[in-house]
């Protein structure tokens, strides 16, 4: 994401980057974790909501929980007011972040039933779980237009496995709701992330995911050899593309 120049890729690392701030100080430091919720939020929306989430569940956890939660929304009202603010003064409503008024964007075919849909899960679905590697005619490449994650990251395919062998607890399900708060946006948008290895919007449920693979943990202790090659094959595959990208050799399905 970091080496493409663009301000939708460098936004999603920067959400992140604050969002991970927030669950790491917000505990001990609602007042801040609050801001760092905020500046998350307006960088990438989806990776706030996941934040929003797990940092919720962190606070109600604390000694003082109404006081916490309280503190965590002043220190973002700063970022919600100046967001709106400069939404107000740019297009008249403090809701309106500009998105649909780029121009020829709602004219684009994969936006054919808006800029968010229901009809546009199964397309994100398939990126996320089933799109798999091109073919430039001579040899087997890279799809700049998405492949399933479990091709760019198969440690993955270990959760659900581990998970499966755990008795549920809260924090596992937090984490889950978590996740799902932060795909869903990216789910039901037109488009399914474009230039991209894997499924980018899959960043944005990142912080989720750390947690669900701290839980997973204990179950795959035994298991250490098959998660030590899950994540070898991860490396090697993502030296694979970046080797054919760097070659030229790359293909782009759907747009």
Not at 35 to 54: D, E, I
Not at 131 to 155: K, N, Q
Not at 203 to 216: I, K, M, N, R, S
């Amino acid at each position: 994401l970091a080496a493409v120049p663009s301000s939708w890729y460098l936004a999603q690392l920067a959400g992140l980057a604050f969002g991970l701030g927030a669950l790491l100080v917000g505990p001990r430091r609602p007042l801040l974790g609050g801001l760092l919720l905020g500046l998350a939020t307006a960088s990438r929306l989806p990776v706030g909501l996941g934040v929003a989430v797990l940092l919720g569940a962190d606070l109600l956890r604390t000694s003082t929980p109404r006081r916490s939660l309280l503190l965590a929304l002043l220190g973002g009202l700063p970022v919600a007011l100046a967001w709106g603010t400069l939404n107000l003064a740019r297009f008249g409503d403090p809701f309106d972040n500009g998105y649909a008024r780029i121009p020829g964007v709602i004219a684009e075919p994969w936006f054919a039933d808006g800029i968010a849909s229901l009809t546009y899960l199964p397309r994100s679905l398939e990126a996320l779980l089933l799109r798999l590697p091109g073919s430039d005619g001579s040899m087997i490449v890279p799809d700049l237009g998405g492949m399933a994650v479990w091709i760019v990251a198969p440690a993955l395919l270990l959760l659900p496995l581990a998970l499966r062998r755990t008795r549920p607890r809260g924090a596992t399900v937090i984490a889950i709701v978590a996740t799902v708060a932060a795909l869903l946006p990216g789910l039901l948008h037109g488009s399914w992330g474009f230039t991209q290895l894997g499924y980018r919007f899959a960043y944005d449920a990142l912080p989720g995911l750390l947690l669900l693979a701290l839980a997973a943990a204990p179950s795959l202790d035994r298991r250490r050899a098959l998660v030590i090659a899950t994540l070898v094959v991860g490396l090697f595959v993502n030296l694979w593309a970046y080797l054919q990208l760097g070659g030229g050799h790359w293909t782009i399905r759907g747009l």
